[in-house]
């Protein structure tokens, strides 16, 4: 089961969070209720919703899920996995979304080339060989919450990302959890989707992300990108207020 939770009434806004991450990183949003039905959603193998065993995709739980709750067109704001997820809905069921938010990514299918970028991920994979979950859980803080222009985050949003990736890997990770399917080809098919879309980027987000942000609002016919200073990846969490204005401004 995938588990969601929601509050307030009017159009229908979606939050998908980032990898490792869950349905909590939205916490700072949710006073948007006072205007939209704000739903916000645990994916697979995150907070309370299943672990997966078998293959999936997430546009495939999202559509799903909108139809459960009798939501015919609904608002998609997603980070980083998110962010993916909700693209490829857009693809896959473009009848489904109405506007469509990507924040520090483009599609799921990311693109990888700065030395910084790489270093980590590498040290990730060294860290899962091992079965080291503290460092593979500090170094996910490095890659998705610091970013490589500053030594710590505000300390609150680290606890609060630490918490979440702790709580992934302690309830999740486990043998035979499969990872999901993405849309094939999707950075090929952006030009497919034709309903508003934004493009958030934080300025001390790592290189890589601000290259697909820039390549996905380029692609997408009705897209346009806006800057956040002083935020990283988890820009929803670094600049609340000024992510919550732009984000109502927008809807």
């Known amino acids: 089961m995938i588990h969601y939770e929601e509050a307030?009434?009017?159009?229908?806004?979606v939050f998908l969070h980032g990898g490792a991450l869950d349905r909590r990183e939205w916490d700072d949003q949710m006073v948007l209720a006072d205007r939209f039905r704000v739903i916000r959603v645990d994916a697979r193998g995150h907070g309370l919703s299943e672990t997966p065993m078998t293959p999936f995709r997430q546009c495939d739980d999202i559509a799903e899920l909108l139809g459960r709750l009798g939501i015919e067109k609904a608002a998609l704001v997603g980070l980083s996995m998110g962010a993916g997820a909700a693209t490829d809905t857009a693809l896959e069921y473009p009848h489904l979304v109405s506007h469509l938010v990507v924040c520090g990514a483009g599609t799921n299918e990311p693109v990888f080339v700065d030395p910084w970028m790489l270093d980590?991920?590498?040290?990730?994979?060294?860290?899962?060989?091992?079965l080291d979950a503290p460092a593979w859980i500090n170094l996910s803080l490095k890659q998705g919450v610091i970013g490589p222009y500053r030594d710590t985050a505000d300390e609150a949003v680290e606890a609060r990302c630490r918490e979440?990736?702790?709580?992934?890997?302690?309830?999740?990770?486990?043998?035979?959890?499969?990872?999901?399917?993405?849309?094939?080809g999707s950075w090929e098919r952006l030009h497919e989707i034709n309903i508003p879309a934004l493009g958030v980027i934080g300025s001390l987000d790592a290189?890589?992300?601000?290259?697909?942000?820039?390549?996905?609002?380029?692609?997408?016919?009705?897209?346009?990108?806006?800057?956040?200073?002083?935020?990283?990846?988890?820009?929803?969490?670094?600049?609340p207020a000024e992510f919550n204005d732009l984000l109502a401004q927008y809807l």
Request: glycine content about 8%.
């Open 8 to 13: 307030g009434s009017g159009p229908a806004v």
């Open 164 to 184: 979440m990736i702790t709580d992934t890997v302690n309830n999740h990770v486990k043998p035979g959890m499969t990872t999901p399917d993405h849309v094939q």
């Open 120 to 130: 980590i991920q590498r040290q990730m994979a060294e860290a899962q060989a091992r």
């Open 207 to 239: 290189p890589d992300h601000h290259a697909m942000v820039e390549r996905f609002t380029k692609n997408v016919r009705n897209a346009r990108k806006h800057e956040i200073g002083g935020a990283a990846h988890v820009v929803n969490m670094d600049r």
